[in-house]
């Protein structure tokens, strides 16, 4: 193939990776992760000061700030004073998305061939956590793309033969490394950097050749003036101790060694490439029969890794190891290919011959099923005509041209059919909890139905839904006592409180309670807001 038609190729992935992505992403209400991002962004905004996260009028001393400046860039870009929307909020994460499946595509190509980096791409675009992680405000999937723009850039540097076009993609390593340490921190590009100097290790490269691939002095100097100065601006901002205990401190980074001999990074973060779980030991095989081939042990010391490192950690999430599904997928990009090898050979009588019909008759099967919960989707209507068009394109191929094909043919067709499913789900209720639309409705009753002057307490139940909704502050108490307080404090003699059914006969000792709404929580309970008011308020 050119490279017009590797362009062509990226192109037509992207293309399909935005209609996963796009739909839903102005409709879908943020959830209680989501908010820290949006309604931070328009508190820095009100305050000013872009060094210093605040959350409900707090400082936030969680993440670095580089996704708070996008989302608040995009959102200046068309209203500099209007609170932030849930699409201008998740519009970064659409973005990041795309660039993680060039990132994908081009270290496929790169190391495998244009065959393996399309797929790759592909497979990512049709995966469950390319349409979580577009869906979602938070800085997850900006720091998925700048680790894969730091690993793209590197292998680029290792393959390059030209000196000055080396010395630039090294930089450009630090560079998406220093980005991705704005975004959430060094901790997994320094796994990944670490990973990449094991690869070429293991590739018995010259030291000299290794030290030219990796520019570690100038990378170095590259990462400290990038991140450096807006650490030192944030601390001069806040009061002397503010940080201690903070994540931003480095309050996850003690290793837990208890955790040690747990392989929960070894296989739980695998949920992130689903639908796509049957490929798992076809690439493990791919990768064991290629390990004679220098890229093959990078690929599998990219999971490895961080996988193992992230078990001394102490806290387990599988998404954690996001930044690492670029080495995942090309993995099982390898394994499709084995796969169709295997089948070729077979001249088409091999079982594993049936195995992308059943993917096909399973993503049916799911896109009937979300018509039935969704009947008035013409999103769904139009997703399940385009798996019925592929899945007949797809038979009417094999009956003319048979099934040996030495091309993945049937994995693209499936990956395309789960793509177009993903494209009809994100603009419905089907895949997201209900929880995130009744907290949004009752935040926006907080906001609209309350006296502006009213004190607003949250008892036992998270606030953050709540504060971006209402777009106000909501102050957290931890005993009837502290509503107590508060109420006796309130100007109009009432306040309002966020709490749990079951603990409302807890506040009638300070007053009468009056139940303004509820919102279901479980089976058991449900959350209130409640006016509670002192005799003659």
């Known amino acids: 193939?050119?490279?017009?038609?590797?362009?062509?190729?990226?192109?037509?992935?992207?293309?399909?990776?935005?209609?996963?992505?796009?739909?839903?992403?102005?409709?879908?209400?943020?959830?209680?992760?989501?908010?820290?991002?949006?309604?931070?962004?328009?508190?820095?905004?009100?305050?000013?000061?872009?060094?210093?996260?605040?959350?409900?009028?707090?400082?936030?001393?969680?993440?670095?700030?580089?996704?708070?400046?996008?989302?608040?860039?995009?959102?200046?870009?068309?209203?500099?004073?209007?609170?932030?929307?849930?699409?201008?909020?998740?519009?970064?994460?659409?973005?990041?998305?795309?660039?993680?499946?060039?990132?994908?595509?081009?270290?496929?190509?790169?190391?495998?061939?244009?065959?393996?980096?399309?797929?790759?791409?592909?497979?990512?675009?049709?995966?469950?956590?390319?349409?979580?992680?577009?869906?979602?405000?938070?800085?997850?999937?900006?720091?998925?793309?700048?680790?894969?723009?730091?690993?793209?850039?590197?292998?680029?540097?290792?393959?390059?033969?030209?000196?000055?076009?080396?010395?630039?993609?090294?930089?450009?390593?630090?560079?998406?490394?220093?980005?991705?340490?704005?975004?959430?921190?060094?901790?997994?590009?320094?796994?990944?950097?670490?990973?990449?100097?094991?690869?070429?290790?293991?590739?018995?490269?010259?030291?000299?050749?290794?030290?030219?691939?990796?520019?570690?002095?100038?990378?170095?100097?590259?990462?400290?003036?990038?991140?450096?100065?807006?650490?030192?601006?944030?601390?001069?901002?806040?009061?002397?101790?503010?940080?201690?205990?903070?994540?931003?401190?480095?309050?996850?980074?003690?290793?837990?060694?208890?955790?040690?001999?747990?392989?929960?990074?070894?296989?739980?973060?695998?949920?992130?490439?689903?639908?796509?779980?049957?490929?798992?030991?076809?690439?493990?095989?791919a990768l064991y029969r290629g390990r004679r081939r220098v890229e093959v042990p990078l690929i599998a010391l990219l999971y490895l890794v961080p996988a193992i490192t992230l078990g001394f950690g102490p806290q387990q999430r599988w998404f954690y190891l996001l930044p690492a599904i670029a080495p995942m997928a090309i993995a099982l990009a390898l394994g499709a290919r084995h796969l169709n090898a295997v089948c070729v050979a077979a001249r088409g009588r091999h079982w594993l011959v049936w195995l992308w019909p059943a993917h096909m008759l399973l993503v049916l099967a799911a896109a009937v099923y979300a018509l039935v919960r969704a009947p008035d989707s013409n999103g769904l209507r139009l997703a399940l005509a385009t798996v019925l068009v592929l899945a007949a394109g797809y038979a009417w191929q094999r009956r003319v041209r048979g099934p040996r094909r030495r091309r993945p043919v049937a994995l693209r067709i499936t990956a395309l059919m789960v793509a177009a499913l993903l494209a009809g789900l994100g603009d419905t209720t089907v895949p997201w909890s209900r929880d995130r639309y009744d907290k949004a409705a009752l935040g926006l009753q907080i906001g609209t139905q309350l006296p502006a002057r009213m004190p607003v307490l949250a008892w036992s139940v998270n606030p953050n839904v709540f504060v971006y909704y209402a777009n106000r502050h909501i102050s957290p108490v931890r005993s009837p006592l502290e509503v107590g307080a508060a109420l006796a404090r309130a100007p109009n003699r009432a306040v309002a409180v966020i709490t749990f059914d079951t603990q409302l006969a807890a506040l009638r000792a300070f007053g009468e309670i009056e139940t303004l709404a509820t919102i279901p929580y479980s089976a058991a309970r449900t959350i209130t807001l409640a006016r509670v008011s002192r005799p003659g308020g």
């Open 1 to 285: 193939m050119s490279r017009l038609d590797h362009g062509l190729a990226l192109v037509v992935v992207l293309a399909v990776a935005a209609a996963v992505a796009l739909p839903g992403s102005a409709r879908l209400p943020l959830d209680g992760h989501e908010v820290l991002v949006a309604q931070s962004v328009h508190e820095m905004r009100a305050r000013g000061d872009w060094i210093v996260p605040y959350f409900n009028q707090r400082p936030r001393l969680n993440k670095p700030p580089l996704s708070y400046w996008l989302t608040g860039a995009v959102a200046g870009a068309w209203d500099g004073t209007a609170q932030v929307r849930p699409w201008q909020a998740r519009t970064p994460s659409i973005l990041a998305g795309l660039g993680l499946l060039a990132g994908t595509f081009l270290i496929g190509r790169r190391l495998f061939g244009a065959s393996v980096g399309r797929d790759a791409a592909l497979l990512l675009a049709a995966s469950s956590a390319f349409f979580a992680y577009t869906h979602d405000a938070r800085p997850d999937m900006l720091y998925a793309c700048l680790c894969t723009a730091g690993l793209a850039a590197h292998v680029h540097a290792w393959k390059s033969d030209d000196a000055g076009r080396r010395r630039l993609a090294a930089l450009g390593m630090w560079l998406a490394f220093a980005l991705a340490t704005l975004t959430k921190g060094p901790q997994l590009p320094a796994m990944l950097l670490a990973a990449c100097v094991l690869g070429l290790l293991v590739a018995r490269l010259p030291v000299r050749r290794m030290i030219a691939i990796l520019r570690p002095l100038e990378g170095l100097v590259l990462l400290a003036a990038m991140t450096v100065p807006w650490w030192l601006a944030m601390r001069a901002r806040l009061p002397a101790g503010a940080l201690a205990h903070s994540q931003l401190a480095g309050s996850l980074l003690e290793p837990v060694w208890q955790h040690a001999l747990d392989p929960y990074y070894l296989y739980r973060p695998l949920v992130l490439l689903l639908p796509w779980l049957a490929l798992v030991p076809a690439a493990l095989v």
